[in-house]
């Protein structure tokens, strides 16, 4: 459908001020990867595909038509964007929104012979916009970054209980990879990012300024050794 000129001269308006409060991300064609960083549109949205939320450093794809945003991450193994577009889906289907009670058009994206273009962008981000960490940082980060009151810390693997599970303050998922701790009232299966890699510092925050006395989830009265006492 050919927008009118208001129409187009809106979007324009709108991908500008987008450029201007996202700028890691501004200028770069309409089908290549993007980086999300905590200023992206999309930033804490819900992925279509995997029901996850988008969170900082998540490499994806928005649709060129409406803008909507599918994971397209290596890293965590996410292709959100391939899988969701296999077998001619489409973007988004016709709906009608009750709540304000109007008919959503939905999107048609792809366009005939257009999903095959726009994979030809997909390693476009990741040589030019994202840099590696440096190694010997990163092993500093390792030795002198200590979880609040040296709990252990577990690195998640494919498979493990904890992948699924919503971290306990940030209210992200749990994902393959993440540094996490575990609540040490180990009754209650709970767990916090304590990952410094990927900005989150959740079991670190959560004991900021003092140490809490309280599991999150229970409300039972724990020590830090673990051992739970009634409340």
Known sequence: MKLSLIESLKN???EGLLAAEDPENAY???EANRKTTIYSDWYTRTCPECKQKFREGDIVKLCPLCGKAYHNDD???LYCWSKHFANGNKCR???YDRFNNKYDEGCLFPLKDKLSE???YQNYYDELYIPELNQQFKNGLAVHWKSFDNLKELKVERGDSAVGLICQLCGFTIRPGDIVV???CNKCSSYFHNDHERHYKCWNEWNTPKRREHC???GNKIDICGNE???
Do not use: H, R, V
Request: glycine share 4%; aromatic share 8%.
């Open 12 to 14: 324009e308006f709108n």
């Open 229 to 231: 006492e009634k409340k």
């Open 182 to 184: 575990k609540c040490p």
């Open 118 to 120: 726009c994979d030809n």
């Open 216 to 218: 999150i989830q229970t």
């Open 28 to 30: 770069l064609p309409p």
């Open 93 to 95: 289907e016709p709906s």
């Open 75 to 77: 890293k965590y193994g």
